[in-house]
T-cell receptor, first 112, second 115 residues
């Protein structure tokens, strides 16, 4: 069964600090992995997409990494801002499938 | 439109009532998805449309749930005889194609509360 596990479930950090969120998956055959940001009361918005051959991708202060051998991904946020407070969801798609597998998300709270 | 829109944004209903939730996808997107999201959880797949047809409805929890997309654009999710357990945020997403690679663009969701 395809599964996506995220950790930690929640995280509180001070503004300006860095943090790293983790995603482990068992989706097969692997096609791509996306990180989404979901603000409270809004729909998820894609931050990055990574395919099998990519191991790092950046989007501003967000940097995603992918290790396809260990089936792990991380999302690193640099110099956090209050607006980074949101849920971050890891989503993995299998080859030939149109239905991605969603993680439960990591709830990030950035305090001033 | 500029993005995916959903109406209403909030719906409060009584147990046993019928509700309809509407989704307006991005123009030209052939793939449309409905998801249900409970507090603290990721979106849970309900149904996927490719054009006008429901290509996969395996996520619908039971026969009280039904969705249509008659002209290949707007979609309506219909819930009969609502139960308190149906309370959740219902998200709609669209993408250019349904190949699993193209980004899914999500609407803001409809928060359904069944009293």
């Amino acid at each position: 069964k395809n599964q996506v596990e995220q950790s930690p479930q929640s995280l509180i950090i001070l503004e300006g600090k860095n943090c790293t969120l983790q995603c482990n998956y068992t989706v097969s055959p692997f096609s791509n992995l996306r990180w989404y940001k979901q603000d409270t009361g809004r729909g998820p918005v894609s931050l990055t997409i990574m395919t099998f051959s990519e191991n790092t991708k950046s989007n501003g202060r967000y940097t995603a990494t992918l290790d396809a051998d260990t089936k792990q991904s991380s999302l690193h946020i640099t110099a956090s801002q209050l607006s980074d407070s949101a849920s971050y969801i890891c989503v993995v798609s299998a080859g030939g499938s149109y239905i991605p597998t969603f993680g439960r998300g990591t709830s990030l709270i950035v305090h001033p | 439109g500029a993005g995916v829109s959903q109406t209403p944004s909030n719906k409060v209903t009584e147990k046993g009532k019928y509700v309809e939730l509407r989704c307006d996808p991005i123009s030209g997107h052939t793939a449309l998805y409905w998801y249900r999201q409970s507090l603290g959880q990721g979106p849970e797949f309900l149904i996927y449309f490719q054009g006008t047809g429901a290509a996969d409805d395996s996520g619908l929890p039971n026969d009280r749930f039904f969705a249509v997309r008659p002209e290949g654009s707007v979609s309506t999710l219909k819930i009969q005889r609502t139960e308190r357990g149906d309370s959740a945020v219902y998200l709609c997403a669209s993408s250019q194609t349904g190949d699993g690679y193209n980004e899914q663009f999500f609407g803001p969701g409809t928060r359904l509360t069944v009293l």
